[in-house]
Nanobody
Framework: DVQLVESGGGSVQAGGSLRLSCISS????????MAWFRQAPGKEREGVAA????????YYADSVKGRFTISQDDAKNTVFLQMNNLEPDDSAMYYC????????????????????WGQGTQVTVS
């Protein structure tokens, strides 16, 4: 079973930055689509960014393009989400997700595409 553990959340002022980390137990010899989702109170879970561990293709929601960057460190089995120029609307619980699927621009943001989920890390922007 794949385990995902997020960290790096916190409280920042608008314009600030945070870097989220997702340490996973995925088999490094296999390719996964690794994604970040977020969910604010009363709202649906939203796909923010995704990266394919095999090919490195990455995808972003329009709301975060130019501000967020997803990356991976294969040696550490870790996926990062660098978040710059944060806005109050970015406040949410952020979740890491993974599955042995391809990452595609038309599907990476679908919650049902992913089998494995972390417990989340809270981001609050004031």
């Amino acid at each position: 079973d794949v385990q995902l553990v997020e960290s790096g959340g916190g409280s920042v002022q608008a314009g600030g930055s945070l870097r989220l980390s997702c340490i996973s137990s995925v088999d490094r010899h296999l390719s996964y689509c690794m994604a970040w989702f977020r969910q604010a109170p009363g709202k649906e879970r939203e796909g923010v960014a995704a990266i394919h561990t095999g090919g490195g293709n990455s995808y972003y929601a329009d709301s975060v393009k130019g501000r967020f960057t997803i990356s991976q460190d294969d040696a550490k089995n870790t996926v990062f989400l660098q978040m710059n120029n944060l806005e109050p609307d970015d406040s949410a619980m952020y979740y890491c997700a993974a599955d042995r699927i391809g990452c595609y621009s038309r599907t990476y943001a679908f919650v049902y595409e992913y089998t494995y989920w972390g417990q989340g890390t809270q981001v609050t922007v004031s």
